[in-house]
């Protein structure tokens, strides 16, 4: 696990978040699926945070490999970390983020049921039931360099967890110092 404490959803910055999240995680597109799924055959999850919570919560990005692949595995992700607190997103892929967001938001939205089950969520934990509808409309307006700037607010200074055999361990531990 690598990951940092980042924000609510009532701060500025969580839009910033979801669509790095989305640029990442969302699809066979993303950035870790092609890093580490299609070229390495790994298993991983990536997630901004539950968005619903209302106080700051972990942006986390989750691998899975075998004792073997796990050093070439850490290497690439600490390659992709340094890339997302030091590079904007190309354009083309900030843009393709962006739409698998939106998609993903109207997905959960398809059904009567499923909008009234989410105002009605929204609503109990005293949250907008027009959240979603705000998201969607900010989402367009997000620049490459807004992401950049977030990705370095929160995530510069990255937590690690690791498990394993010990000897990997140790070895992981040591590129991370």
Not at 98 to 126: P, Y
């Amino acid at each position: 696990l690598l990951g940092n404490k980042t924000c609510s959803y009532k701060n500025n910055d969580f839009i910033n978040l979801k669509i790095l999240e989305s640029y990442l995680a969302f699809g066979m597109s993303s950035k870790l699926f092609r890093i580490f799924r299609e070229r390495k055959g790994l298993t991983y999850d990536a997630g901004v945070f539950n968005p619903l919570r209302k106080t700051s919560a972990p942006f986390v990005i989750y691998l899975s490999s075998s004792p073997d692949n796990c050093l070439d595995t850490f290497n690439h992700l600490l390659k992709l970390w340094d890339q997302i607190t030091s590079r904007t997103i190309p354009q083309a892929e900030l843009n393709l983020a962006k739409i698998k967001l939106n998609a993903a938001i109207s997905v959960s939205s398809q059904t009567t049921e499923e909008i009234i089950n989410r105002k009605v969520q929204l609503i109990g934990l005293d949250m907008n039931p027009r959240l979603d509808e705000k998201f969607v409309s900010e989402i367009s307006k997000v620049e490459a360099k807004e992401i950049l700037e977030t990705a370095r607010k929160y995530l510069l200074n990255p937590s690690l967890s690791i498990s394993g055999k010990e000897n990997y361990c140790d070895q992981l531990r040591d590129m991370w110092q």
